[in-house]
């Protein structure tokens, strides 16, 4: 059975820092990627950062310079450091993970980040 669970979440000041863990379990064959997304209410869900199973990295415009998403040894973790928090980063983060050869991806449950003075 395939698991993602989430944790790290919660409430920080403007400026503050929080890091995100993401532990995949029960997925058969080879992780193509690892991802983060968000969602707030009333809006689509958004890329936040992806990393492939060689590293490489992609970020939306919005966190670049202030997120950094990376891969745990085991390879089956994927954390994403958020620095220098803003309001606007308020929302529910999703992890994500994708195999390519088949076109599966599946969802985690989603941990809330409230950024908030």
């Known amino acids: 059975q395939v698991q993602l669970v989430e944790s790290g979440g919660g409430l920080v000041q403007p400026g503050g820092s929080l890091r995100l863990s993401c532990a995949a379990s029960?997925?058969?064959?080879?992780?193509?990627?690892m991802g983060w997304y968000r969602q707030t209410p009333g809006k689509q869900r958004e890329l936040v950062a992806i990393i492939t199973s060689i590293g490489s990295t992609n970020y939306a415009d919005s966190v670049k310079g202030r997120f950094t998403i990376s891969r745990g040894n085991a390879k089956n973790m994927v954390y994403l450091q958020m620095n220098s928090l803003k309001p606007e980063d308020t929302a529910v983060y999703y992890c994500n993970v994708a195999r390519d050869y088949d076109n599966w991806n599946y969802w985690g449950q989603g941990t809330q980040v409230t950024v908030s003075s």
């Open positions: 029960g997925i058969i064959g080879s992780i193509s990627r």
